[in-house]
């Protein structure tokens, strides 16, 4: 959705190294999540949040969103190459009941 | 945690016919579900959102006739692609919002594959 801005388009890190996503709305988001995916298959689901400042960590993984909740960051520390697949970030924009899904950002990690 | 199903997983039908693709959310009443779309390579395209005992809407672009989406009861969400086309094998993945007082949960169903040929 071009509501819901999601950089970088791909990326490739060598094993061990740090990474963030970034997850950018013109508008207020409601619930931001984060999803892994392969192509053509289901969605993990990651992290959510709700509220402007808050930040989440699982594992290596940790995910913010923005005190104005327009923007969200994942990160990951330390990469493995079972980080590699399909970032998604996924919201609802302006509160209008609808749900759309950023861009995605492809990972690949060289071992 | 909150399930939804969706099915079939995976169904191949010949072009002109209509296939229907079901989604269920398995433990909990869901008054909104979603339906998206996803090319090869691309993010999940908002297909419509669907509300229980009402009309879809339809994101612009997307055919009403040619999706047609029905959600007949609060844990069962149709989507029925009527006289289907190569152009619309894809993969369509299904979510229902749970809510709970002012706050929600999206989940998501597993997905399914469409091919027309």
């Known amino acids: 959705s071009q509501e819901l801005e999601q950089s970088p388009q791909s990326l490739i890190v060598q094993e061990g190294k740090n990474l963030t996503i970034n997850c950018t709305s013109s508008?207020?988001?409601?619930?931001l999540y984060w999803y892994k995916q392969k192509y053509g298959e289901g969605l993990i689901f990651l992290m959510m949040?709700?509220?402007?400042?808050e930040e989440k960590s699982h594992e290596k993984i940790t995910a913010k969103l923005d005190e104005k909740k327009q923007q969200s960051s994942l990160h990951i520390t330390a990469s493995q190459p079972s980080h590699a697949g399909i970032y998604l970030c996924?919201?609802?924009?302006?509160?209008?009941?609808?749900?759309?899904f950023g861009s995605g950002t492809k990972l690949n990690v060289k071992p | 945690g909150a399930v939804v199903s969706q099915h079939p997983s995976r169904v191949i039908c010949k072009s002109g016919t209509s296939v229907k693709i079901e989604c269920r959310s398995l433990?909990?009443?869901?008054?909104?579900m979603f339906w998206y779309r996803q090319f090869p390579k691309q993010s999940l395209m908002l297909m419509a959102t669907?509300?229980?005992?009402?009309?879809?809407?339809?994101e612009q672009g997307v055919e009403k006739d040619k999706f047609l989406i029905n959600h007949a009861s609060l844990t069962l969400s149709t989507l029925t692609v009527t006289s289907a086309h190569p152009e619309d094998s894809s993969f369509y993945i299904c979510?229902?919002?749970?809510?709970?007082?002012?706050?929600?949960?999206?989940?998501f169903g597993p997905g399914t594959r469409l091919t027309v040929t």
């Open positions: 979510s229902a919002r749970r809510v709970e007082g002012e706050a929600y949960e999206q989940y």
């Open positions: 508008k207020t988001l409601y619930g």
């Open positions: 949040l709700q509220k402007g400042g």
């Open positions: 996924g919201a609802d924009i302006g509160n209008f009941n609808k749900f759309y």
């Open positions: 433990d909990f009443q869901a008054t909104t």
């Open positions: 669907s509300n229980e005992g009402s009309k879809a809407t339809y």
